[in-house]
């Protein structure tokens, strides 16, 4: 059984604004989380289970979430990773 992608305007925004040569394989991981929601070189995120991150293109972060019960993948953030990136998404490693 497939999952649904759920993409807020936001993330639609940040894909839209990603680099020409990155935006196509960004797509591609996207559409295949919807298959393989915790796909070969994926990383759940320390301290927050089903939190995955995933490089993208060498400098850039694919974030998403998997909500089991529901067949949800939702993406939380995708773009160029920062120093905070982790931080502002409120998935900071636990102390």
Request: glycine residues 10%.
């Amino acid at each position: 059984m497939s999952y649904q992608i759920r993409l807020s305007k936001a993330i639609r925004n940040q894909l839209q604004n990603l680099p020409g040569h990155i935006r196509p394989i960004a797509r591609e991981r996207l559409l295949s989380l919807a298959e393989q929601p915790c796909p070969t070189g994926a990383k759940e995120l320390s301290g927050h289970p089903s939190h995955y991150r995933l490089w993208i293109g060498g400098r850039f972060r694919l974030v998403w979430q998997i909500i089991e019960g529901e067949k949800i993948v939702d993406v939380l953030y995708i773009g160029p990773k920062t120093t905070d990136l982790y931080e502002r998404l409120g998935l900071g490693r636990p102390e």
